[in-house]
């Protein structure tokens, strides 16, 4: 794979008119031009006309070939692949336990999910389906659920905030979460665009095929479930205390809690 910068288009240009450009700038024939894709996608306003400035990632025939003849204006594509932490030596007794639903926890569950660790997501507030009800009629009739509002329930404070795609992190792993939300339904633009944007509606679509691929992978959903004690013996987890009543036993637990849970970070402050 092949990574080619600096290519300038019109603001307006038919989408045909990419590939017209790459093979113009490396001076292929169609036939060599096995696949490509938009890796970044920015504007240049510095001149009264505006144009888009693309960097692609490209695939083609004789890639050393191609590479050599346009050592000024292709590089080498880096490897964009997710790579997952290393396992531990110690198989674990019980499922890890993730404490929240938002974007942390989605996240942090997908991933032991697909590292088929069969994570437990407990959630103080409903699905998003349920969530969406609540807030709707909370603004209709002001009725307010202390634990299913626009700050608790499945995909966190963020799924009505209408999916500003934000960071100031540069990291890789970024990456990973994009691919994702586009796996589950969002616009396939917000991997290359600058400060990406997906619609609260979209977004709650999104959360749904997120929990369903994390409940396909043998992950597991509790709503409704605040964790109300964490139980420590000897600096050591033993689990956590569901709703005042139920002990849920694990040796992990991941506080993914977000900002508006100040009464487990109470009760963690007491406890550590």
Same mark, same amino acid.
Request: proline share 3%; aromatic share 8%.
């Given at each position: 794979?092949?990574?080619?910068?600096?290519?300038?288009?019109?603001?307006?240009?038919?989408?045909?008119?990419?590939?017209?450009?790459?093979?113009?700038?490396?001076?292929?024939? /169609?036939?060599?031009?096995?696949?490509?894709?938009?890796?970044?996608?920015?504007?240049?306003?510095?001149?009264?006309?505006?144009?888009?400035?693309?960097?692609?990632?490209?695939?083609?025939?004789?890639?050393?070939?191609?590479?050599?003849?346009?050592?000024?204006?292709?590089?080498?594509?880096?490897?964009?692949?997710?790579?997952?932490?290393?396992?531990?030596?110690?198989?674990?007794?019980?499922?890890?336990?993730?404490?929240?639903?938002?974007?942390?926890?989605?996240? =942090?569950?997908?991933?032991?999910?697909?590292?088929?660790? /069969?994570?437990?997501?407990?959630?103080?507030?409903?699905?998003?389906?349920?969530?969406?009800?609540?807030?709707?009629?909370?603004?209709?009739?002001?009725?307010?659920? =202390? %634990?299913? %509002?626009?700050?608790?329930?499945?995909?966190?404070?963020?799924?009505?905030?209408?999916?500003?795609? #934000?960071?100031?992190?540069?990291?890789?792993?970024?990456?990973?979460?994009?691919?994702?939300?586009?796996?589950?339904?969002?616009?396939?633009?917000?991997?290359?665009?600058?400060?990406?944007?997906?619609? #609260?509606?979209?977004?709650?679509?999104?959360?749904? /095929?997120?929990?369903?691929?994390?409940?396909?992978?043998?992950?597991?959903?509790?709503?409704?479930?605040?964790?109300?004690?964490?139980?420590?013996?000897?600096?050591?987890?033993?689990?956590?205390?569901?709703?005042? #009543?139920?002990?849920?036993?694990?040796?992990?637990?991941?506080?993914?809690?977000?900002?508006? =849970?100040?009464?487990?970070?109470?009760?963690?402050?007491?406890?550590?």
């Amino acid at each position: 794979m092949l990574r080619l910068s600096q290519i300038k288009l019109s603001i307006n240009h038919k989408e045909d008119e990419i590939k017209k450009a790459i093979l113009k700038t490396l001076n292929i024939d /169609n036939k060599d031009l096995i696949s490509y894709k938009i890796y970044k996608q920015s504007i240049d306003a510095r001149r009264k006309k505006l144009y888009f400035v693309y960097t692609l990632d490209i695939e083609v025939k004789n890639e050393e070939k191609v590479l050599k003849k346009n050592n000024k204006k292709v590089t080498l594509a880096p490897d964009l692949k997710y790579k997952y932490v290393n396992t531990g030596e110690k198989k674990l007794k019980n499922p890890p336990i993730i404490v929240g639903s938002g974007p942390a926890g989605l996240f =942090a569950g997908l991933i032991l999910a697909e590292m088929g660790y /069969n994570p437990i997501i407990f959630e103080r507030g409903k699905n998003v389906e349920e969530r969406t009800k609540d807030v709707e009629r909370f603004w209709k009739e002001k009725k307010l659920l =202390a %634990n299913s %509002n626009v700050q608790f329930g499945e995909g966190g404070a963020g799924t009505f905030s209408d999916g500003k795609l #934000t960071t100031q992190i540069k990291n890789i792993r970024c990456r990973k979460v994009l691919e994702e939300f586009i796996e589950a339904g969002a616009p396939k633009e917000i991997i290359y665009k600058n400060k990406p944007h997906v619609g #609260t509606d979209i977004l709650k679509k999104v959360v749904v /095929n997120i929990r369903k691929k994390i409940i396909s992978l043998g992950g597991k959903f509790c709503f409704e479930s605040q964790v109300t004690d964490l139980i420590i013996e000897d600096n050591k987890v033993k689990g956590v205390i569901i709703n005042n #009543t139920d002990f849920i036993e694990s040796e992990v637990v991941v506080l993914a809690l977000g900002h508006s =849970a100040r009464d487990t970070f109470e009760m963690l402050y007491k406890k550590i």
